[in-house]
C-alpha cells in the first residue's frame, strides 16, 4: 500500500548499511536493488522484515540475484503510471507515537497542533477523493504546503516524506469553536480545544468533528449531559461509547485482559466492549442495564487535546438522530445536530467519505469484529483461490457492507447501515463507485441476497451487462466464516441470525447447513413456527412468546405474565397465527430468543434490532452451566423442537427459579441444542467442522457454552475475526462463494 512508508523504510535502511541500489512500487508490490558488501545485504534482508513501519503489511519477500552494477547511491524512483490500483489507499490511522510526541513539544513548530500526521499514522480513507493517491485527489487539495512541510515531504530521509495530508500550523487546517448557528462562538476563542473542555465540564453537548464524521460528546460521567444527550438524540436505550485518555483509564472503567487492551491500543483504535468493573465512574444514562462499555482511546490529535483538557472519560457516540446515518458534511451536520449540540467543535478539513467507528471486542484471546469500519477499510482481505472476474458483492439490508474484489483480495466497505432510507441508500451506491474507481474494478460478476425486496438486491438486478448471482443468506453467513478462515469447506455451518430469506421462500434462521463455499445443503433446522403479524412480530418480542407457547402446548400463555400483559390482544394474535394469515413460518433463532426474553418478562417491544436477546443475555446469572433440552426430529433435514426449550423455561419460571438462572438456562439450551444439531450431522456427513456465524453468535455467553460444547464433542469450530458474524460480514460471503463457482466453472 502507498502512503504507509514503506520506500523511506527501504531507504533509511540501505543508506544506513551502505548500500547502493534503488526502490520503487509497481503492480506487485516494492521492488528495490541492492549493492554492497554481502554482510551488509544479508543484514538488509533481515531488517527488511523485522523493522517494518508499522502500517506496511508484508505478506512475502522474493529475492533473486543480480550482476552487481557498479551503484553506490540509493535512490527512491518514481512510481510508473498505469500500474493497477490494486492497494493504493490504507486505512486510517491513529497517531503515532513520534506524532504525539512532537504535539506534547512546547519546542516543536507543530506543538498542540491538531491535524499533526506523518507517513506512520493519520487520515488516509476517510480524505481520498480519487486515484492516483496524492495530495490534489485528498480532501488536502485546498491546502498548499508551506516551504517547512514541503521541505520535509520531498526529503526521502524525512518521516513525512510523501506523507499527503502534510501540514503545519501556517498551512494547514483550523480548528473552530462555534454556536449551533454555525457562528464563532465567544467572538472566536484563541484556543478552541480549551474553551470545548470547559463546555464539556459544565455538562452541555459537543459536536466534535471527527476522521469519518461528527460524534456529539459529554462528559461521561454527568447524569444530566447522558440523560440530555439521549434525549435529545432520541435514542431510547442504545448504549454510548466513552473515549478514554489512555489504558490506565481504560483499566478503571473496564476489565481487560491483554487481547482487549492490545486491541484498544492498536492502530485501527476501534471501540472495543468488555465487561464493566463495578462502581465504574460512569452516569447511569450511558449504558443502561449493561454488563459491558464500549470504550476507545483517542485516534486524532484533536481527541488528545480534548481529552487531555477535559482530564476525564468523555461520552463520543455517533453524530445522528436516532436511527439516521452519521454527520460528516459540515453543513448538514449544523443542520441535523444544531438541535442536539449546545457547541461544535469543528475544522475545515473535508472528510470525504462517512466512515463510522469501528467496534471489536476479544474472545479468548483474540480479535473479533462487531462492526468493520474506521481504521480497517479499505484494508483488503485475502481470499484463497482468488477471483477470476472482477466481482462486486452487494451485501444484505441491515448492517449493510458492499464488497468489490479482484485478483486474491476482496475490499470490503465500510459499514453504510440499514438500508431503509434515502440517505443510506445513496451512501451505498456511491460508495460502490468510489471502490470501484479506487481499486480499478469494473465488475463482470455481481452477487446478491436471495430476497427480492432488498434494497441491495433490487440495486444487482438493475445493473446492465454483468452477469448475476443469487446467494442464500445463510450459506452467505457460512461462507463469510469459511473465507475468514482460508477455508474452502464442506463443513457443519450453523448459521443463527434474525431473520433471512430461505431457499423455498420461507423465513430461515436457525440453520445447519451442510456447506462449502461452493454451495450447501440444509441438514437441519430450527421446527418452524409461526410469526404472527409478520414484521410486526419482529417488533413485539411477546407475539413470538405467543406462537411458541402455543407450539409447547400451552395456547393461553400456561399462566404466565407475559400473557396476562398482553390478555388484550393475545387471543387475537393467535388466532392470527393459527390461521397463518399473514404470519410466515419461520426457523429463525432470533425469534426463538425473541419469545424467551418476552416470557422472562425482558421486554415485549423493542426499538432496535436483537434488542431482547441483547437485554436477556444481560440478565443471564453468568455462573449458572446447565441447559434446557430440545428434541429432534429426526426426518432429513432434521428439525430441532426449540419449543421445547419454551417449554422447559414456562415450567422452571412457575417454580419460581430466579428469572437470571432461567435466562442463562435458556441459553444453555440454545448452546445444547447446538451441540445436539452438530452431532446428528456428523453422524449423517462424517463432517467433523463446524463453522458459527449469523448475528445470535454475537451473544458472548452462548458463544462461550456453544465452543465449549462442540470442543468437548471433538469438534473443530471456526469463528470470525476479520469480517463481523453479522450481517456486515454477508458481502464478504457472498463474494466468496461467487468466487468459488467461477472456480469451478472454469476451466482449468
Ligand atoms: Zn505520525
Ligand atoms: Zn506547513
Redesign the pocket.
Known amino acids: 500500500m502507498q502512503g504507509v512508508g514503506f520506500r523511506p523504510f527501504v531507504y533509511g535502511l540501505a543508506t544506513g548499511l551502505g548500500l547502493g541500489g534503488l526502490v520503487g512500487n509497481d503492480a506487485d508490490g516494492v521492488f528495490a536493488e541492492v549493492e554492497g558488501a554481502p554482510a551488509a545485504v544479508a543484514e538488509f534482508l533481515q531488517r527488511l522484515r523485522r523493522d517494518a513501519p508499522p502500517l506496511a503489511r508484508i505478506e512475502r519477500v522474493t529475492v533473486t540475484g543480480l550482476p552487481p552494477d557498479g551503484s553506490r547511491r540509493f535512490v527512491i524512483v518514481a512510481s510508473q503510471a498505469g500500474q493497477s490500483r490494486s492497494a493504493l489507499v490504507a486505512a486510517d490511522s491513529a497517531?503515532?507515537a513520534?506524532?504525539l510526541a512532537e504535539l506534547n513539544d512546547p519546542a516543536d513548530r507543530r506543538f498542540r497542533y491538531p491535524f499533526i500526521?506523518?507517513t506512520?499514522?493519520?487520515p488516509r480513507f476517510t480524505i481520498v477523493r480519487d486515484v492516483p493517491y496524492d495530495r490534489p485527489t485528498t480532501t488536502m487539495a485546498g491546502f498548499a504546503m508551506c516551504p517547512a512541510c514541503a521541505a520535509e515531504y520531498h526529503d526521502p530521509g524525512n518521516?513525512r516524506f510523501h506523507a499527503q495530508p502534510v501540514c503545519c500550523p501556517d498551512c494547514g487546517p483550523r480548528l473552530a469553536l462555534t454556536g449551533p448557528d454555525g457562528q464563532p462562538l465567544g467572538g472566536g476563542p484563541a484556543d478552541p480545544v480549551a474553551a470545548a473542555a470547559r463546555l464539556l465540564r459544565r455538562s452541555l453537548i459537543v459536536a466534535v468533528k471527527g476522521l469519518g464524521g461528527y460524534h456529539l460528546a459529554v462528559d461521561a460521567a454527568s447524569e444530566r449531559a447522558a440523560a440530555a444527550l439521549r434525549a435529545r438524540k432520541h435514542r431510547e436505550d442504545k448504549p454510548f461509547a466513552i473515549m478514554v485518555p489512555g489504558l490506565g483509564a481504560a483499566r478503571r472503567l473496564c476489565r481487560l485482559d491483554a487481547a482487549a487492551a492490545a486491541l484498544l491500543a492498536s492502530p485501527r483504535r476501534p471501540i472495543v466492549l468488555a465487561p464493566r468493573r463495578d462502581g465504574a465512574r460512569v452516569a447511569a444514562a450511558v449504558a443502561p442495564g449493561n454488563r459491558e462499555l464500549g470504550i476507545m482511546l483517542p485516534y486524532t490529535p484533536l481527541h488528545h487535546l480534548l481529552l487531555a483538557a477535559v482530564r476525564r472519560p468523555v461520552v463520543l457516540t455517533s453524530g445522528n438522530v436516532s436511527d439516521e446515518p452519521i454527520a460528516y458534511d459540515d453543513a448538514d451536520a449544523l443542520k441535523r445536530l444544531g438541535g442536539i449540540a449546545d457547541a461544535f467543535l469543528t475544522h475545515d478539513r473535508p472528510i470525504h467519505i462517512r466512515t463510522d467507528d469501528s467496534v471489536a471486542r476479544a474472545f479468548r484471546g483474540r480479535p473479533v469484529p462487531v462492526r468493520r469500519s474506521r481504521g480497517y477499510v479499505p484494508e483488503p482481505i485475502r481470499v484463497r483461490g482468488g477471483f477470476p472476474r472482477h466481482m462486486l458483492a452487494c451485501g444484505a439490508e441491515l448492517k449493510n457492507t458492499f464488497c468489490v474484489a479482484k485478483d486474491g483480495y476482496a475490499f470490503v466497505s465500510h459499514h453504510i447501515g440499514d438500508l431503509e432510507n434515502a440517505e443510506t441508500l445513496r451512501s451505498f451506491t456511491e460508495g460502490i463507485e468510489h471502490f470501484m474507481r479506487l481499486f480499478d474494478i469494473q465488475p463482470r460478476l455481481v452477487a446478491h441476497d436471495l430476497h427480492p425486496d432488498y434494497l441491495s438486491t433490487k440495486y444487482a438486478l438493475d445493473l446492465d451487462g454483468v452477469d448475476l448471482l443469487g446467494v442464500q443468506h445463510h450459506h452467505a453467513h457460512i461462507a463469510s466464516c469459511l473465507a475468514d478462515n482460508g477455508v474452502d469447506g464442506p463443513v457443519i455451518g450453523v448459521a443463527f441470525d434474525g431473520t433471512g430469506y430461505g431457499a423455498d421462500g420461507t423465513v430461515w434462521g436457525g440453520e445447519f447447513l451442510v456447506a462449502s463455499l461452493s454451495g450447501f445443503e440444509r441438514g437441519g433446522h430450527l421446527a418452524p413456527v409461526p410469526m404472527p403479524g409478520g414484521a410486526a412480530a419482529i417488533r413485539a418480542p411477546w407475539r413470538m412468546a405467543a406462537a411458541y407457547l402455543d407450539a409447547a402446548g400451552m395456547p393461553d400463555g400456561g399462566g404466565l405474565d407475559v400473557a396476562a400483559r398482553n390478555a388484550g390482544h393475545w387471543d387475537a394474535v393467535l388466532a392470527l397465527a393459527r390461521r397463518g394469515v399473514n404470519s410466515p413460518q419461520t426457523s429463525s433463532a432470533g425469534r426463538l430468543f425473541d419469545a424467551a426474553a418476552a416470557i422472562l418478562g425482558v421486554r415485549d417491544e423493542i426499538s432496535y434490532e436483537g434488542q431482547a436477546a441483547i437485554e436477556m443475555e444481560q440478565l443471564a446469572a453468568p455462573g449458572e452451566r446447565s441447559g434446557y433440552r430440545a428434541g429432534i426430529d429426526q426426518r432429513r433435514p432434521f428439525r430441532v423442537n426449540g419449543a421445547d426449550l419454551i417449554a422447559a423455561l414456562a415450567a422452571d419460571l412457575r417454580r419460581g427459579t430466579g428469572r437470571d438462572v432461567a435466562a442463562a438456562r435458556f441459553i444453555g439450551g440454545v448452546a445444547a441444542l447446538i451441540e445436539d444439531g452438530c452431532v446428528l450431522a456428523r453422524e449423517r456427513t462424517g463432517l467433523g467442522t463446524v463453522a458459527l456465524s449469523g448475528g445470535v453468535f454475537q451473544n458472548q455467553l452462548l458463544l462461550h457454552a456453544a465452543v465449549d460444547r462442540l470442543a468437548a464433542r471433538g469438534f473443530a469450530v471456526l469463528l470470525h475475526s476479520q469480517v463481523p458474524c453479522n450481517d456486515g460480514g454477508i458481502s464478504l460471503g457472498q463474494a466468496a462463494v461467487a468466487a468459488a463457482r467461477d472456480r469451478a466453472a472454469q476451466p482449468a
Open positions: 497517531t503515532c513520534d506524532c500526521n506523518c506512520n499514522c493519520g518521516r
